[in-house]
Structure formats: C-alpha cells, structure tokens
C-alpha cells in the first residue's frame, strides 16, 4: 500500500511544480510555454494514474483469486481497461464489482464459521455449564445431610 501512497505523492509533487511553471510562465505571457507545462504534467500523470490502477489491480485480483472469486467478463469494456501494450487492468467500476463481491464472499464465509459457533459450541457449553451446576448443587446437599 505504500508504493499507491508513494505513487500519490508524487502526482501530487508534479502537479504542484507543475503550476508553480505554469503561473510563471504566465507571468511572463507565455502562453504557449503555459500549455506546454499543462501537457506534460498531464501526460505524466497519467502514466502515474496508469501505474496505480496496475497496482491496485494486481491486489484485488490476487485477493479475489484466493477466495476463489470469479473475475468480471473480459468482453465488458465498462470494467476493463487495454492500455498501450495491450494488457489489461480493471478499471474503477470493475475494482468496485470485484470489491463487492470479495465482500459477499467474506461475509458469507464468516456467517459459516459462526454458524458453527452458534449451533455446536455455545449449545455444548450451556449443557457443561448446567452439568457442572447441577453436580455442584448434587455435592452441596449432599454435604449438608451429613
């Protein structure tokens, strides 16, 4: 998670240097320098976003395979993105599908694990509880008759 956060910073940094030259360009008139500076920190941007939606790609995915997830159709551009080397990523609408049904699955497999807390754990300590109650209760009498 530190390289998004790193990722982040950096656009941040391009951005804020970015408008920095710009406004000095436009200080100086410079109008086409100003867009120039735009364009690249644009482009450099979007290389940066590129790389964050890899990486956090490359996350879901991973986690969606080791709950044995079902991945969104490749034929659905709405959820996939091809970008200059052909490969493909998700884009944010198929992260959210994913995430959505990472969620279910978790929830799912959580409700199985307390299902089995609720019906054999909790009805077989209640039944060792009133045992040992009621063998407390056998030796208490039984003590005070004698």
Known sequence: MWDVWRLYRKR?????QADKKRA????LSDMVR???????????????DERIDRFLDSEI??????LD??????????????D???SLFLKFRGRAYLRERIDKEKTRR??????WITRFWLPLLAALVGLIG????????????K
């Open 12 to 16: 941040r940094k391009i951005v804020a």
């Open 24 to 27: 000095a360009a436009l200080k």
């Open 34 to 48: 100003a867009n120039e500076i735009a364009v690249e920190s644009f482009l450099e941007c979007q290389r940066i």
């Open 61 to 66: 995915r991973q986690e969606a395979q080791e």
């Open 69 to 82: 997830i079902e991945l969104p159709p490749l034929d659905d551009l709405g959820m996939w993105h091809r």
């Open 84 to 86: 200059t080397d052909q």
């Open 110 to 115: 959580f409700e199985v694990k307390t299902l």
């Open 134 to 145: 009621a063998a407390t209760g056998f030796v208490a009498v039984w003590r005070h008759g």
